[in-house]
């Protein structure tokens, strides 16, 4: 039989957590340090980012006690987020100031800064406009007046 979760058993497990989203930090950082292949590098950072996400969600969101429906919920999420990913990858890294400052000189590099400080700048915005809209229709759905 589980044992109930106290105060005293959930700090110990944030701790254990926390401990271990410090060590895999250490661990990505270690590996920029490497110099291994660019792939390689990206493949295991990628691995840890997901470790870490996976931990983040599980212990801190308290998803671990979630029901089957969430899961789901959360895998279409992520298939959906990964698809979105794939599909604009080339525009992207088209848009990547340094993957093709070589190639295309000044007006390439130009336009890679161009496109990624529109995106940083933008990307605030969309947040705020998602995050509203989600606490206008949560209110609506209860029946109280924004």
């Known amino acids: 039989m589980a044992t109930p979760a106290t105060p005293h058993n959930m700090v110990k497990t944030y701790l254990a957590v926390f401990a271990a989203l410090a060590i895999l930090t250490v661990v990505t950082v270690t590996v920029t ?38 899961y789901a919920i959360v895998f279409i999420a992520l298939v959906l987020v990964g698809l979105l990913g794939f599909i604009l990858l080339p525009d992207i890294a088209h848009a990547c100031a340094v993957c093709f400052s070589s190639q295309g000189g000044a007006p390439g590099l130009a336009r890679g800064f161009y496109w990624g400080t529109l995106l940083l700048l933008a990307l605030p915005f969309f947040l705020v406009i998602t995050i509203a809209t989600a606490i206008v229709l949560a209110a609506k759905k209860k029946g109280s007046h924004v």
Do not use: C, D, N
Request: glycine share 6%; hydrophobic share 65%.
């Open 33 to 70: 340090q490497l110099h291994l292949a660019r792939p390689v590098a990206i493949g295991i950072a990628a691995t840890i980012a997901v470790v870490k996400v996976s931990l983040i969600a599980l212990f801190f969101m308290h998803l671990k006690s979630e029901r089957g429906l969430i």
